[in-house]
C-alpha cells in the first residue's frame, strides 16, 4: 500500500517500481501470494519507471476530494465529531421509470 508502483498490469504479470521502503523480496512475496490467491504463476518485474501512485497516496487523495465535496462538508459541520472512514465508487442509480407514457410501441 505504501511502498510499491505499479508500472504495467496484465493477467499474471505486473511490472512494479520499489518504493524506498519496500523489502528487496517483495516482488518474490507478491508472486507467491499471487499464485496461492489464483492458482496461477505470476511475473512480477520491478523497473525504474516511476509507475501509479501508490495505493494510501491513491485512498488520501480520494479521502481529500470527498472532504472537498460541499454536501460532505455540510455533513461534517451538521454531526461534530463525524468522520469520514471510506470512500467508495458507488453506481449511480437506475431509473424502472419509463421516458414516455409507458408504451414500448411507436406512436404512428
Do not use: Y
Amino acid at each position: 500500500r505504501t511502498n510499491i508502483h505499479v508500472v504495467k498490469f496484465s493477467p499474471c504479470q505486473i511490472e512494479i517500481r520499489l518504493g524506498e521502503r519496500a523489502p528487496e523480496n517483495m516482488p518474490n512475496r507478491l508472486g507467491e501470494f499471487l499464485k496461492n490467491a489464483t492458482g496461477d504463476r505470476w511475473l512480477i518485474s520491478v523497473s525504474l519507471d516511476e509507475g501509479e501512485q501508490t495505493l494510501e497516496t491513491q485512498d488520501a487523495e480520494r479521502h481529500a476530494e470527498a472532504a472537498a465535496h460541499p454536501l460532505v462538508k455540510k455533513v461534517l459541520e451538521a454531526f461534530p465529531g463525524a468522520e469520514i472512514r471510506a470512500v467508495r465508487d458507488v453506481e449511480p442509480p437506475t431509473s424502472d421509470i419509463p421516458d414516455d407514457n409507458g408504451d414500448d410501441e411507436e406512436d404512428d
